[in-house]
């Protein structure tokens, strides 16, 4: 629970970080050898106080109404916001980074944090209705959508082939330093 609170401290900050995201290659004290998803080879110096979070598969079902939910959204065909991904926030997270912003996932994407009011079930998948502070919106969250959740992590899971969301400040050097670490469970890549 200390450490979602503290997650949940970090991901208010604004302006908000930069993040790296790929695969492990190597582990070597805090320093973390990483193949980011576009290729480059990157060197990560964990700080500290570096806050490290699982990442895990959950079922659609999952998400109740009341559900404090991020979720990655494209404009679908008919322009209606298409999730790309859906994470579930535990309670202890509620209202990290409410709201709703462009986000650097995909072309076009936003990232929305919010209370999910409504959930109707459809011929092509589930529409939610997700309320935050400054407003609603509508989501379609088809079958194919990845839906995950938080859980505790140590560094026993930073290891050879995991996949990672680091979120980073760069070194004058060109390497980074990063207090905050989300690694995929049982080979799963981040979807966010």
């Known amino acids: 629970m200390v450490a979602f609170s503290t997650l949940s401290a970090v991901c208010?900050?604004?302006?908000?970080?930069?993040?790296?995201r790929g695969t492990i290659e190597s582990v070597d004290g805090d320093l973390l050898a990483v193949k980011s998803r576009s290729g480059e080879d990157v060197k990560l110096h964990m700080t500290g106080d570096i806050l490290l979070v699982g990442i895990t598969k959950i079922?659609?079902?999952?998400?109740?109404?009341?559900?404090?939910?991020?979720?990655?959204?494209?404009?679908?065909?008919?322009?209606?916001?298409?999730?790309?991904?859906?994470?579930?926030?535990?309670?202890?997270?509620?209202?990290?980074?409410?709201?709703?912003?462009?986000?650097?996932?995909?072309?076009?994407?936003?990232?929305t944090n919010a209370t999910v009011s409504e959930s109707v079930v459809g011929n092509d998948g589930h529409t939610l209705?997700?309320?935050?502070?400054?407003?609603?919106?509508?989501?379609?969250?088809?079958?194919?959508?990845?839906?995950?959740?938080?859980?505790?992590?140590?560094?026993?899971?930073?290891?050879?082939?995991?996949?990672?969301?680091?979120?980073?400040?760069?070194?004058?050097?060109?390497?980074?330093?990063t207090s905050r670490i989300s690694v995929g469970r049982d080979g799963l890549t981040p979807p966010m």
């Open 12 to 20: 208010q900050q604004a302006p908000t970080p930069s993040r790296v």
């Open 59 to 111: 079922a659609l079902a999952d998400i109740k109404v009341g559900s404090f939910i991020g979720t990655t959204t494209v404009p679908g065909p008919d322009g209606m916001p298409t999730a790309v991904e859906v994470h579930v926030f535990p309670e202890a997270m509620r209202g990290t980074g409410e709201g709703s912003r462009p986000y650097d996932l995909r072309p076009n994407s936003t990232m």
């Open 129 to 177: 209705l997700v309320k935050y502070k400054d407003g609603e919106k509508k989501v379609l969250v088809t079958p194919e959508t990845p839906v995950v959740t938080y859980v505790p992590a140590d560094r026993s899971d930073l290891k050879a082939g995991a996949k990672i969301i680091a979120f980073v400040k760069q070194r004058a050097d060109g390497s980074f330093d």
